[in-house]
């Protein structure tokens, strides 16, 4: 987890079922966690996913400080290569 730079808080704040879902979850062969392209309810576009998780973030409790930083990346996607 420290590699994509989640706080020893958030993950001790985990539920048993999260860390289940999360550790189970099938992998690449780097051990990334593999999204099928276009799964239901999860645009297969960085910028849709983004954009997404900014409408719904409120209702998950997100700070203000992590809800800045997702605009910071939709940002950069979006300035980005097309």
């Known amino acids: ?3 994509f730079k989640v706080p020893l808080g958030e993950i001790y704040d985990l539920s048993p079922r999260q860390v289940k879902e999360i550790y189970f ?3 690449d062969k780097d051990g990334a ?3 099928p392209e276009g ?3 999860i645009p ?4 849709a996913r983004l954009q997404q998780l900014l409408a719904i973030a409120p209702a998950l409790g997100v ?3 992590q809800l800045d930083e997702l605009k ?3 940002e950069a ?3 980005g290569p097309q």
């Open 72 to 74: 910071r990346r939709l």
């Open 63 to 65: 700070s203000a400080e």
């Open 1 to 3: 987890m420290s590699e």
């Open 39 to 41: 799964s239901p309810g």
């Open 25 to 27: 979850h099938a992998r």
């Open 77 to 79: 996607l979006n300035s």
């Open 44 to 47: 297969g576009d960085p910028r």
């Open 33 to 35: 966690i593999q999204v």
